[in-house]
């Protein structure tokens, strides 16, 4: 008890100190998403937390696995050589779970990355000529600078004593191109999955494609190409990511360390999170001044300072104001109902008024959205929901707190994985409880989930749970590039050296069905229509996906 207050103090402490120094920094524009959503994550690329997902694994026969995944270092150009994408050694990059509600993480799985040389004298970097050119395995020595990493779990309940869940395990190389990486997903990224030890749950660490869509016209005032789920423009496809993902046994997370079997078993939900660290000292050879170190080297010391934070999707971007995004990304969940401006944000968020504006000074359409104080969007974000909330769902619950706000992404784990063909990309808006809020599956359409939440389209404000409220879309309603039906779940990353789309509308994802008509006898047949490939962009993402064709 005491050693947790003293940890909340000096969390406290260095919060407030934080805010103090970020009232002093520079605005700097954001970018997308949670993609360089702060000022000093606009700066920090290889530390800049973009996704987190938790979910029950979907995978046949994994049913009793979590898996979770958190992506950085976003917008990668597929060609965007010669060093390409790699973690960067100098950075701690965690997942963190809170299976108690109060905010501190019990249960953390670190990665700490290395990067060797196998040819320090090619001008090339990632890959060279050091024997073909060609990278066919993961210990092939064109892979001229490969990244390899231990994944370690330290448990709050011993002391945080680190236990190695995987060591020296080798991540692909980017997927360079089709005559470097010409068999990449089968020859370099399935290899580099593996089994940690001792829980029969798996890992991987590299190379995406960039799974999150959206049409990035929300930030010019919410210019929209459509506001129904298709004729947007999913302005990150055909980018990368690097993902971190893990898949571990249930009982390794919850609380009790067992499986629990009903939904309001209050063992049953876990609140997930990833952070990136940094060194509080970086030290850069110049070669002068009896320096020690030679020009280009550098050394970084001193104990980690979280830099970039992430649980549920948007919320620093499209919630926290612009002057604490910084700060909000150097503290943990611990301490976010201590930031009163971080509270008012929740409770009052600016985001559905300036949307209210947009489409009544553009589109001539007026709204109305929920008065502050925002509970229904604390109930989401920051408390999670307790059972009995939702209409017609009475054991449907992802409340994890200690009766004070914590932001991360909850899942309760006793809710079972949705069956194929009932999944919606709106998940618990769809009717399906597998979805957001309840985690986040790497199909869920969270944009368009949270934008009608903050206009109070959902059950728990009946008043505004009207249309446009609740049929808000931003015209992008999946991934046209898919998802894999396997760990980890995001598809093989966009290859560098090949063209990429310039403008693609993402239009409806099912075509227009054709009218049913009773021909008239001896009339010729009408044919039917030619099917345009424009109308359905992505198939591959609907097979995968299994989505309901009325939920779209």
């Known amino acids: 008890?005491?050693?947790?207050?003293?940890?909340?103090?000096?969390?406290?402490?260095?919060?407030?100190?934080?805010?103090?120094?970020?009232?002093?920094?520079?605005?700097?524009?954001?970018?997308?998403?949670?993609?360089?959503?702060?000022?000093?994550?606009?700066?920090?690329?290889?530390?800049?937390?973009?996704?987190?997902?938790?979910?029950?694994?979907?995978?046949?026969?994994?049913?009793?696995?979590?898996?979770?995944?958190?992506?950085?270092?976003?917008?990668?150009?597929?060609?965007?050589?010669?060093?390409?994408?790699?973690?960067?050694?100098?950075?701690?990059?965690?997942?963190?779970?809170?299976?108690?509600?109060?905010?501190?993480?019990?249960?953390?799985?670190?990665?700490?990355?290395?990067?060797?040389?196998?040819?320090?004298?090619?001008?090339?970097?990632?890959?060279?000529?050091?024997?073909?050119g060609v990278i066919r395995s993961l210990t092939d020595p064109d892979y001229n600078m490969p990244q390899r990493y231990t994944v370690t779990r330290t448990e709050r309940s011993n002391g945080r004593r680190g236990r190695v869940m995987g060591a020296n395990l080798l991540m692909p190389p980017s997927n360079i191109g089709p005559r470097v990486t010409p068999n990449y997903e089968a020859a370099l990224a399935q290899p580099a999955v593996y089994t940690m030890f001792g829980n029969g749950g798996r890992v991987f660490a590299g190379q995406r494609d960039e799974g999150f869509f959206l049409d990035l016209g929300v930030f010019d005032l919410v210019n929209y190409r459509s506001l129904a789920p298709t004729g947007g423009v999913d302005s990150l496809r055909s980018f990368n990511v690097n993902s971190i993902a893990i898949e571990v046994p249930i009982a390794d997370l919850t609380r009790n360390r067992a499986v629990p079997t009903s939904s309001t078993d209050p063992n049953a939900v876990i609140g997930v999170w990833s952070t990136a660290s940094r060194r509080t000292t970086r030290v850069i050879g110049t070669g002068v001044d009896n320096q020690p170190l030679?020009?280009?080297?550098?050394?970084?010391?001193?104990?980690?300072?979280?830099?970039?934070?992430?649980?549920?999707?948007?919320?620093?971007?499209?919630?926290?104001?612009?002057?604490?995004?910084?700060?909000?990304?150097?503290?943990?969940?611990?301490?976010?109902?201590?930031?009163?401006?971080?509270?008012?944000?929740?409770?009052?968020?600016?985001?559905?008024?300036?949307?209210?504006?947009?489409?009544?000074?553009?589109?001539?359409?007026?709204?109305?959205?929920?008065?502050?104080?925002?509970?229904?969007?604390?109930?989401?974000?920051?408390?999670?929901?307790?059972?009995?909330?939702?209409?017609?769902?009475p054991n449907y619950t992802t409340f994890l707190s200690d009766g004070r706000l914590h932001e991360y992404l909850r899942l309760n784990t006793a809710i079972p994985v949705t069956p194929m063909g009932m999944r919606s990309r709106l998940g618990l808006l769809g009717n399906d409880i597998g979805g957001f809020p309840n985690g986040r599956r790497v199909f869920d359409d969270v944009v368009d989930i949270e934008v009608r939440a903050l206009l109070g389209g959902t059950p728990f404000t009946p008043a505004t749970n009207v249309a446009p409220n609740n049929t808000f879309n931003d015209g992008v309603s999946a991934n046209c590039e898919g998802f894999l039906a396997r760990f980890p779940y995001l598809q093989t990353p966009n290859q560098g050296n090949n063209p990429r789309p310039a403008n693609f509308p993402a239009t409806q994802l099912f075509p227009t069905p054709v009218p049913s008509v009773t021909p008239t006898p001896g009339a010729t047949p009408t044919p039917s229509p030619t099917p345009n490939p424009l109308l359905n962009p992505c198939p591959a993402a609907v097979a995968d996906l299994g989505l309901i064709e009325g939920e779209m």
């Open 294 to 393: 030679p020009p280009g080297v550098q050394s970084n010391t001193g104990g980690f300072v979280q830099v970039s934070r992430l649980g549920s999707p948007l919320i620093n971007e499209v919630v926290v104001p612009l002057g604490l995004k910084d700060a909000f990304n150097a503290i943990s969940p611990f301490s976010d109902n201590d930031i009163a401006p971080v509270v008012a944000s929740v409770l009052d968020p600016e985001l559905p008024k300036l949307i209210r504006f947009a489409l009544a000074a553009y589109a001539g359409i007026n709204i109305t959205i929920p008065p502050a104080p925002r509970n229904d969007i604390a109930a989401i974000f920051v408390t999670g929901i307790p059972a009995g909330a939702v209409p017609g769902l």
């Open 1 to 132: 008890m005491k050693g947790s207050l003293i940890k909340r103090l000096k969390e406290i402490a260095l919060s407030s100190l934080v805010l103090l120094l970020i009232c002093g920094v520079s605005n700097i524009s954001t970018l997308a998403s949670s993609h360089s959503e702060a000022p000093g994550t606009y700066a920090d690329r290889l530390a800049d937390n973009t996704d987190v997902y938790a979910f029950r694994s979907t995978e046949a026969g994994r049913e009793g696995f979590v898996t979770i995944i958190s992506n950085f270092i976003p917008l990668q150009d597929p060609s965007g050589g010669p060093q390409f994408f790699r973690f960067d050694d100098s950075v701690l990059y965690q997942i963190l779970i809170d299976n108690n509600g109060d905010g501190i993480e019990d249960i953390s799985y670190q990665f700490r990355f290395t990067t060797t040389t196998v040819n320090p004298n090619t001008v090339f970097g990632m890959n060279t000529l050091n024997q073909d």
